[in-house]
């Protein structure tokens, strides 16, 4: 009969690990033996060692392990796995001999190039349980856990109740795996070669369950965890692990307790400090963190690796979510980092709604840690994503590349001074672009400008600046500017530069578009941008073309998603009525914003508008070329009507000012007065209608898209 399997033998015999430790070690041993040769055998000390050598590969690799565990002060399994017993017993011999070292790295044995991630996927991680805690101080802890965790709470009461009715004095599920794995091994022999792998079942689950949330066992911890890897790894056949998952049902249950629990245990054995700026300081100089690095390092490389594996998005969610807690614990490791985050930024990118939004939480979480370096990979990072991402637009793509340029920007605006770097760069390549198209001038050229990619840029780094620079933010800060205010002068003149770039007919979606995001600009940081004089040619040369437009049957042209009009819209009346109402609304929406309705100098600044205006509607009328529709004709008259109006009314109100126009803060006193009363002018009115009739049909649009109304009321 065979020698009888000891509990701590079984316990390495399950990690799969014996017969990579014995190639280890007599790895080690032929490499002892060559330098030995080469010495002559003149040490003493060398042949001693190889006789302990010899001595000890008579016996089984647990037992030796036990043994040098107790020689050397509570040796590790991760050191014994990494070969780390035979490095202080050769000292004396490390630089001796270069090739076996790079045979030893070459093995697995030594050190990751890195420094860094240096654990092994595969070990047991048995170290951990000499960290094990006393169960009885939790039982304060779970009455607080509804106001710590409310969400893994409300997944306790739903899922796991009596876990939450905690007993102190029960240990009873703590020790459970260790006596059935002592009465399991009694009556046979231990042989790993014909051992099979244990399959987990739903009590193993809620051994470690009961003995996570009741005594925050880190012991049922590392179970869980390495039970995980064999999860996240499933459908891999050359590797070998721990368990065995024979159900959907089962594989979904473990996924779900990891994620869930793991986090918990770790804010108790690890917490972290969250500084008054918000950013997390991880607590890297704790003696138990740097125990526990290695398993963390490894279920968090788990974690990334399941998260391109699961098809469920509930579940996909769900991991997402709960790795986000993790964060300040992997923060040291670089390469973790940088794998998480381009995993974060794929699913951002491409995944479900619901998922775009937790992704980019951990964006977020990632660029409030105090790592400089890691914000700036998230900066570059994220800007990138969004790039690539909006190479093709359309009625279905609009919406998530609007959602990630908003989300974008709030990470932009944590750490102005750190993306000004950024964004200076970026915008002087949108300059180095325009500035190569003006001078070579040709059809290929001209596409370095005119394309989706140009268009969202320009956008997303208004979208930036105005919330960096605006007028609310700057006065809940004291008065005190963002560094990127000084990147709205030159961008301003990148996107007049793309609007003269090309001035015909076809091009007018694409200056639309720029204008929009230089009024989203204007309207936020009270900059004044000359707007009208690129909206005014477009009103004129569409209420009195050179030629009469042709009718056609074409349905209206979307402006939202076209940045070109194609070629059958060109010179159509559909196509004009289309642009001249979105040139109409977009120019009253530049004479209502507070930098030119609430400006003393509006009566003047509309005078030559008005003058355009009236001298078009006049050779519209008279037909003498082409001619719009009366409809087209009474939107730009209402316009105009409400234009002198709110003329008149900036004049009454100014008649009664005492001051020089020299007198430049009393100027600005007054028109910070007007800038919050400016919706009550009578631009501002009707710029309140035309939003609510624009709304409104935008929801009809949809509805028709998605075939709920077939007809489109006027």
């Not at 008149?648 to 009393?666: D, I, L, M, T, Y």
Request: hydrophobic fraction near 35%; charged fraction near 30%; include cysteine.
């Amino acid at each position: 009969m065979g020698k009888k399997a000891s509990k701590q033998t079984k316990k390495f015999a399950s990690s799969g690990q014996l017969k990579k430790v014995i190639q280890a070690r007599h790895k080690h041993q032929q490499i002892r033996k060559r330098t030995q040769g080469r010495r002559g055998g003149k040490s003493e000390k060398p042949r001693s060692e190889e006789a302990d050598v010899e001595e000890e590969d008579e016996i089984d690799a647990p037992v030796a392990a036990k043994e040098k565990k107790k020689s050397k002060n509570s040796m590790s399994v991760d050191e014994l796995l990494g070969a780390g017993f035979m490095d202080g017993s050769d000292n004396e011999e490390d630089g001796d001999d270069n090739d076996d070292a790079e045979d030893m790295v070459a093995d697995g044995s030594d050190d990751d190039d890195e420094g860094e991630d240096d654990f092994d996927d595969d070990a047991s991680f048995a170290s951990v349980d000499d960290l094990e805690e006393d169960g009885d101080t939790h039982l304060m802890e779970l009455s607080k856990l509804a106001e710590k965790d409310p969400e893994f709470y409300k997944y306790l009461q739903e899922n796991d109740q009596e876990l939450l009715n905690f007993n102190p004095n029960d240990t009873a599920g703590l020790d459970s795996d260790e006596e059935e794995e002592e009465e399991g091994g009694a009556d046979e022999d231990f042989d790993m070669e014909s051992e099979k792998t244990p399959t987990l079942t739903s009590a193993h689950l809620r051994r470690w369950q009961k003995a996570l949330l009741e005594h925050r066992s880190l012991r049922a911890l590392r179970k869980l965890l390495i039970a995980f890897r064999a999860a996240a790894h499933l459908n891999e056949d050359d590797q070998v692990f721990a368990w065995s998952i024979d159900s959907s049902s089962m594989y979904n249950k473990l996924v779900t307790t990891a994620l869930r629990y793991t986090p918990v245990m770790l804010e108790h054995h690890l917490p972290y400090k969250t500084l008054a700026n918000g950013k997390t300081k991880p607590p890297t100089q704790t003696p138990k963190f740097k125990t526990l690095q290695k398993l963390i390092l490894s279920y968090f490389h788990n974690v990334i690796h399941i998260l391109s594996q699961l098809t469920d998005n509930d579940l996909l969610h769900l991991a997402v979510t709960e790795s986000v807690k993790l964060i300040p614990y992997i923060v040291s490791s670089r390469k973790a980092v940088k794998l998480y985050l381009k995993k974060c930024l794929e699913l951002w990118s491409s995944a479900q709604d619901s998922i775009r939004i937790s992704s980019f939480l951990a964006i977020r979480k990632l660029a409030s840690v105090t790592d400089e370096s890691i914000l700036d990979n998230v900066l570059k990072g994220s800007y990138l994503t969004l790039i690539r991402s909006s190479k093709s637009t359309n009625v279905h793509t609009l919406p998530a590349i609007n959602l990630m340029k908003n989300s974008a920007s709030e990470v932009f605006c944590m750490d102005p001074s750190t993306a000004y770097q950024h964004a200076f760069g970026y915008i002087r390549q949108l300059a180095i672009h325009l500035r190569n198209s003006m001078k070579v001038k040709t059809k290929e050229a001209y596409k370095q400008v005119y394309n989706w990619q140009y268009v969202h840029c320009i956008d997303f780094w208004s979208i930036v600046l105005a919330r960096a620079c605006d007028t609310r933010t700057r006065a809940e800060n004291g008065g005190t500017e963002s560094d990127l205010k000084a990147l709205i002068y030159p961008l301003v003149q990148v996107c007049l530069g793309a609007i003269k770039l090309i001035s015909t007919g076809r091009s007018y979606p694409f200056h639309l578009h720029i204008v929009r995001s230089l009024l989203h600009l204007t309207k936020h940081t009270d900059t004044f941008i000359p707007l009208s004089p690129y909206l005014v040619p477009i009103l004129t040369s569409t209420l009195a073309p050179a030629s009469r437009p042709k009718s056609s049957t074409l349905r209206p042209l979307d402006l939202e998603v076209q940045i070109r009009a194609p070629q059958q819209y060109i010179k159509t009346r559909v196509y004009y009525e289309g642009v001249l109402e979105e040139s109409t609304y977009l120019l009253t929406e530049w004479l209502a914003s507070p930098s030119v309705q609430g400006s003393i100098a509006f009566p003047e600044i509309v005078v030559p508008i008005v003058v355009l205006l009236r001298k078009a509607l006049k050779a519209a009328r008279s037909g003498s070329s082409g001619s719009s529709s009366g409809k087209d004709q009474s939107v730009v008259k209402v316009l105009l009507e409400r234009v002198e109006e709110s003329a008149k009314w900036v004049e009454q109100r100014r008649k009664n000012v005492s001051f020089a126009p020299g007198q430049v803060g009393e100027v600005e006193s007054w028109e910070n007065n007007l800038s919050g009363k400016v919706e009550d002018s009578p631009l501002g009115k009707y710029l309140k209608v035309q939003k609510k009739l624009r709304e409104k049909r935008r929801k009809l649009v949809e509805k028709a898209r998605d075939g709920e109304d077939e007809i489109l009321d006027e």
